[in-house]
């Protein structure tokens, strides 16, 4: 992978965006703060705890609730000199469908900074390439208010946060390759980063090979499925061939998964809360996968995992999965 200093104590490499504004490189590993049920105590004595592992990036949304705790777990890591400025952490957000207008992006954004107690962020994101009507901010959304995006307008507001100062870097989220290469039609500043599900079981290639094309950092989130989550699958930690790669390595599934996307050159965002497993997966850059391990994962039967059905609607702008994901599932 390309442009990867390293962060002198940990070595968790890191990435450069072409079109960013400037600020902090992004770390490949960044941890998710999405979780269901959620408990602000204990995302905020997570990400203090994850600080503590050495994580510095972190992925939030105004959907998931966490912005507000990770403020606060981030503002406490630096009074308790775990870290000596906000400077040295990388900020994801990302805008909810029913801001995706482009009146509502600049506003979204003033209110994900005021939660988070941050002045800018690293990165935000188009959560998903649809919008809603404007009001709470919830999920599924329901099928009567989901309306389709108007994406060079939301666009717009987007570069203007970036010129205002108030993101380093934009970028869009679960966004395919024909809604990206649109994107590339109009954008005047190009997105930094695609955020998608990938795994060993959702690799997703065609994606890869235009984002590399294009310059577009792709970052895979669910790399372990989600396990255990509402919307989750044991596919990925239960996949054999997956523990036998793991036991011939002397590691887990998990960091197995890690390594991968790792060494295909993909940042990645995981979510753990505990202490132990957030520890064992930034224990991924210290050793290294095979040829013949990577064979092995190529040869793994690829389906999407996350077709999320609640955002297809027969009333909303997208008719089936197969149009919401333009035939890539
Ligand atoms: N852009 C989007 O639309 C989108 C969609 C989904 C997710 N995301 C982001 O991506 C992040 C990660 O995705 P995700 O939460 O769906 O799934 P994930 O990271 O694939 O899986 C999370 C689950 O795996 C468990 N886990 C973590 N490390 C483990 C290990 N070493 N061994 C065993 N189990 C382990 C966690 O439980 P414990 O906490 O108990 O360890 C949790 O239940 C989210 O938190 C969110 O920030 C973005």
Redesign the pocket.
């Known amino acids: 992978m390309a442009n990867l200093p390293q962060v002198p104590t940990l070595n968790i490499p890191e990435v450069k965006f072409s079109s960013s504004s400037g600020g902090r490189n992004m770390p490949v590993i960044?941890?998710?703060?999405?979780?269901h049920p959620f408990d602000e105590t204990v995302l905020k004595d997570?990400v203090l705890e994850a600080i503590k592992a050495g994580y510095r990036h972190f992925?939030?949304?105004s959907l998931?609730k966490?912005e507000k705790p990770l403020g606060e777990a981030m503002a406490e890591a630096i009074e308790a000199g775990l870290i000596k400025s906000r400077d040295e952490l990388f900020v994801t957000s990302?805008l909810w469908c029913t801001d995706a207008h482009h009146d509502l992006v600049l506003p979204a954004l003033k209110n994900s900074l005021r939660m988070l107690q941050l002045e800018y962020l690293d990165l935000y994101?188009i959560?998903?390439p649809l919008s809603a009507k404007p009001g709470k901010i919830g999920f599924p959304v329901p099928k009567d208010e989901q309306l389709p995006m108007d994406f060079n307008s939301v666009w717009a507001a987007m570069e203007d946060c970036r010129r205002l100062g108030l993101t380093k870097s934009i970028g869009v989220?679960?966004f395919s390759c024909k809604k990206l290469e649109n994107m590339f039609s109009f954008a005047t500043i190009p997105p930094s980063v695609n955020?998608?599900?990938i795994?060993p079981l959702w690799q997703q290639q065609k994606l890869r090979e235009l984002c590399k094309s294009k310059g577009v950092v792709l970052?895979a989130?669910?790399?372990?499925?989600?396990?255990?989550?509402r919307?989750?699958t044991n596919e990925?930690?239960d996949n054999e061939t997956l523990k036998e790669i793991a036991k011939a390595h002397n590691k887990?599934?998990?960091?197995v998964?890690?390594r991968w996307a790792f060494e295909q050159g993909l940042t990645?965002?995981?979510?753990?809360?505990?202490k132990?497993?957030?520890r064992?997966?930034l224990q991924i850059f210290d050793w290294k996968l095979t040829s013949d391990d990577h064979k092995q994962i190529n040869e793994i039967k690829q389906h999407r995992l996350?077709p999320?059905p609640e955002m297809v609607s027969p009333f909303g702008p997208f008719k089936s999965l197969e149009e919401l994901w333009d035939g890539e599932i």
């Open positions: 960044g941890m998710g703060t999405a979780a997570a992925d939030t949304a998931y966490s990302k994101l959560h998903w989220s679960n955020q998608v599900e795994s970052t989130y669910s790399l372990l499925g989600s396990k255990g989550t919307l989750g990925v930690m887990t599934v998990a960091q998964c890690l990645f965002v995981v979510k753990s809360f505990n132990e497993r957030m064992e997966n996350m999320i």
